[in-house]
Structure formats: structure tokens, C-alpha cells
């Protein structure tokens, strides 16, 4: 009888594994709205999942900050209780110092060299490190670049932005850069900046097109003058909680990296249709778009390279290094 019955609990143990492998749902959390890019690309990576495991698993994505902001269900996928987070990786620094590398002003000349960054050896080193704060990184998402915008005074070169009052985020290193380029940052709440640019309170900001235009908070009616320096390009991050990871098998894992890596020319092509369509608006509104050399705004940082830079090893001179 009792072989009977440890026969019977063995079987139920085995129907019960087999039916978990086969019913399998992951939970993926986004802060921006169902119809934002990051979120789109979170959903054609749920899509592939479900394709290529024949609907063993299955991937909810929750946008709109469902389950939270960005540093809550960090925690959260850290924790496993949820087991998918899209975030910009600035926050991601909190968790795995390395990473915030990427928030330096300028660490990067443009799309083509932030690309090449992420998408090479740095980019995956920085990926496999965030084992260990118990999260794996699976692929990086494109998040535009943060640019000045002006009522004034047009930003053609680092002269240009001596003195001028530059609305900013509460953020040392941002602080740290308005001093160097030589103007005077002043941290504002986001909901001020309008009023602020239209009465002379401030004489610029900063951010990038889709915030900026239209479909934005529309600074553009009151700031015309729209600068490229792209002094900052953080990019998006996805990940998985490793307690999740460490659950699905080599096969499995295998396919979530390669839907997650197939979502980015999704995420990366919809990014580009939303600052196409803020660009062309603003444009069209009168906007002058002006273009500089970054060269000369990244040479600036140098003193703030000095300052941060020894908390990041060797990164700071890999990424510039990369062509």
C-alpha cells in the first residue's frame, strides 16, 4: 500500500511539473502608456515567446505603471515578484553602479556610437553584470537623445549657453554639466517649465522631440530653437529576474534573449516614427533645428569625466574609445 501511494504522489508531482512547463506566465512590467514604443516592443517580444514555445509560456505585459514606477518594479523583478521590467537603465544604476556609465553627459557622439556601444562587448558586458543584483539584462531599447530648446538665444556652440538660465533635473551630474558648458542650471518641477520659458523666468530647456513637440508638453511653442547636441542619450533596458531566469531551461532562456533581441528594431523603428512625426510637427510650427558638432560639447566634460569617471574603472575611456 505504501509503494501504491508514493507510485501515486510521484505521478501527481510529475503531471503537475509537466503542466507547469506547459502553462508557464511571465509578467512584464512598463511605465509609459499601451501605445508607446517601449511598450509595443515589450509586446512583439511577448509574441515571440508564445510563437516559439507553441503557447508554453506566456508573457502579460502591464504598461502604464500597473505595477509600479521604474524603481519599484526593479525591486520587484529583483525580488521575483515580477518577473520582466523595461526601464531606462539610469535607474538601473542604483542597483548595478556600472550601468550608469551610460548617464554620463555626452559618453556618446551620437545614435551610430551609442548603438555600436550597447550592441558590442561593452554593452554585453554590462548585461551579464547585473547578475549580480539578481537581475539578467537582455537587450538595450532606444530612448532618443535629450537636447537644448531655447526662447532666445540660439545654441550653436558651447559659447552660446554662458550664462543663460537652462531648466534642469535635480540631478548632480546634470548640475555638474550646465557649470561646465558654463551655464546656470536651474532644477525646476517639469509642470513649471512652460510658464517658466514663456515669462523669462528661464531661457531654455532640455529634453527630446517627442516631449518637446506636439504629442509633448508642446515647449516648442514658446522655446523655437531646438539644438542636436545630444548631450544626453540613456538608453532603455529590458530584463528578467534571474530566480525567473534560473527556472527556464538553456533551451528556453535561449528563446526569451532571442525575442527580447528581436524586439529592438521593433521598439527602435517605432522610436524613430514618434521623433520623425514631433520633428516634422515642430518644424512645420517654425521651429529652427539647429545642428553642432558634438565634439566640441564633449570636450567640455572633461573635468566631469575626471570626477566620476574612477567609479566606473576603465568604461569611460572604453566607451569613448569605441569607432
Known amino acids: 500500500m505504501k509503494q501504491i501511494r508514493i507510485a501515486a504522489f510521484a505521478l501527481v508531482f510529475a503531471l503537475a511539473s509537466s503542466a507547469f512547463a506547459q502553462d508557464l506566465v511571465l509578467r512584464a512590467a512598463d511605465n509609459q502608456p499601451e501605445d508607446y514604443p517601449t511598450v509595443q516592443g515589450l509586446m512583439f517580444m511577448a509574441d515571440y515567446i508564445e510563437n516559439a514555445t507553441d503557447g508554453r509560456i506566456v508573457m502579460e505585459v502591464f504598461p502604464g505603471g500597473q505595477l509600479g514606477d521604474e524603481r519599484s518594479t526593479i525591486e520587484q523583478v529583483q525580488l521575483g515578484v515580477i518577473d520582466v521590467v523595461r526601464t531606462s537603465t539610469s535607474p538601473v544604476g542604483e542597483f548595478y553602479e556600472p550601468i550608469g556609465v551610460f548617464s554620463l553627459p555626452y559618453i556618446f557622439r551620437g545614435e551610430t556610437h551609442m548603438w555600436k556601444v550597447v ?28 537636447n537644448f530648446y531655447t526662447t532666445d538665444v540660439p545654441i550653436r556652440s558651447v559659447a552660446d549657453l554662458e550664462g543663460l538660465r537652462i531648466r534642469t533635473q535635480q540631478s548632480q551630474v546634470v548640475l555638474d554639466m550646465m557649470e561646465a558648458l558654463g551655464a546656470e542650471p536651474v532644477p525646476l518641477a517639469f509642470a513649471e517649465v512652460y510658464s517658466s520659458l514663456q515669462t523669462g523666468v528661464i531661457d531654455g530647456a532640455e529634453n527630446n522631440f517627442p516631449s518637446y513637440g506636439p504629442s509633448g508638453v508642446r515647449h516648442y511653442e514658446v522655446a523655437p530653437y531646438f539644438t542636436l547636441d545630444g548631450h544626453a542619450r540613456v538608453p532603455e533596458i529590458v530584463m528578467i529576474s534571474k530566480s525567473t531566469w534560473d527556472m527556464l531551461s538553456a533551451e528556453d532562456q535561449a528563446i526569451v534573449r532571442e525575442a527580447a533581441l528581436a524586439s529592438t528594431t521593433v521598439q527602435a523603428a517605432l522610436w524613430d516614427d514618434l521623433s520623425g512625426e514631433s520633428r516634422a510637427a515642430v518644424v512645420e510650427a517654425g521651429s529652427e533645428i539647429i545642428n553642432v558638432d558634438p565634439s566640441e560639447f564633449q570636450a567640455a566634460m572633461t573635468p566631469l569625466y575626471e570626477k566620476y569617471g574612477p567609479a566606473f574603472g576603465d568604461l569611460v575611456d572604453r566607451i569613448l574609445a569605441v569607432e
Open 119 to 146: 550592441n558590442g562587448a561593452i554593452g554585453r558586458e554590462l548585461l551579464d553584470g547585473l547578475q549580480e543584483s539578481d537581475l539578467v539584462g537582455l537587450a538595450y531599447y532606444d530612448s532618443g537623445s535629450r
